[in-house]
């Protein structure tokens, strides 16, 4: 059963207009343009606001809907049963939209198929007289000329769902980057028309924001709120918003980015992938395995392994290889499970071990299954290394790829022939004087400039060795 409560509160118009002001007026527009949008056969939309004169314009909204304005009381009565509740592909919900614009003005008239309303200084009024077609407001409001440049600055914001006109220049649509399914948050009137919230199936589109413009969310071609992210998001149903329709809660804001992260991924670049939004996006359980990837891609390159803790030496090897080691900071807690969870990234350790704590390798090569290729390798190097490092170094083979190119034990190296080819040379040479160098400095930093003097003096030694001896270089001549 309906209880009827009248007169229970009055409204200060101007307090209300004063708390309105606060947001822009710029919302007078897009109200009246929403209301006009949601309109049954509408075809055209025109919008005319006056340069102020002596503190007062003109704002007026006409549209060509052949049923016009439904019921005219409920211009003036405030969340009375609006017939868009139910409908998620309609914007209002409260019957406010109409009530705050009316709330700026000085005098208002709203003229439709069912009738006119006047608003002015004796009150309200309603007359017989219509219109053949559609519903005009014109309404009589304070405005600056900065509030009035700021209007119409805003109301350019618009994506116009029909041809819609602004002081006479057409509104442009945006290019649409991407358009796809979603399901995301909304709001929808039950039975007892109740507002209550649901998940639902919708389109969302993405769109590139023309020039000088900051990139909003949209409510079915109506911007809610500043996002500051890289597109435009018009969201093709209801949005649960504020009272105000002004502002979105931050939960729902980033399914709406991590949905558009995981479509336009292929459109990421280096510093793209570093904004914040994307960083908030990435952080999603939702975020996509391939999104991650492609995200690290671009930060960090595809040479690159996460900071091992347990094998620190695997990340100087890692550096030295130039692999970028990412650090614990470098990204966020979501980000680093979503990397994992995509194997998108792994412990230095894992691919540099220099910790193998016994690991037999997958492959030891015994001395009959040695190639030419391996022979004269490892013929050269016990040749060499009495000369370079007082001693004679002999070498092992191995196959890993789990296991680093090669490491030096005491009186041999082992080469991993899984990351090594004994038949380039000039990769023989690097690799024999980079492990020597370990047998001198008795180090495993190879970040360390003693390291690199060291690899260098040992190659300078080198050099003078072959140009005494000619015999020595017949193993790769």
Known sequence: MTTTRKNWIDVDMDGLRKLLARRGKEFAIYELVQNAWDEPNVTRVDVTLTRPVHGQSILTVTDDSPEGFRDLTHAHTMYAESYKKSNPEQRGAFNLGEKRVLALCDEATIASTTGTVTFNSEGRSRSKQRRDTGTQFIGRMRLTVAEYDQMLVKARYLEPIVPTMINGQLLPNREQLASFEVILPTVIADEEGHMRPSRRKTYLRVMAPLPGETPMLYEMGIPVVETG????????QKVPLNMERDNVTPSFLNEARVAVLNAMQ???DAELASLPW???AASQTACADQTIQTILDLRFGQDRVSYDVI????NREAASKNFTVVSGGSLTAGEWANARRAGAIIPAGQKFSTNPDGKTPDKVYTRSEWTRAMEDY???VERVSPALVGSIVTLRYIADPNIVC????DTYFYVNLAKHDVRDWQANIELMLHELTHTVVRSNDHLNHLFYETVGKLGAKLVLLLAKDGHLASCFI
Do not use: C, N, Q, Y
């Open 229 to 236: 992210d890289t597109w435009h998001i018009d969201i093709h």
């Open 266 to 268: 292929g459109h990421l």
């Open 278 to 280: 994307v960083r908030a």
């Open 311 to 314: 094998d620190t030496g695997s």
């Open 378 to 380: 490892a013929k050269f």
């Open 406 to 409: 090669g490491e030096f034990f």
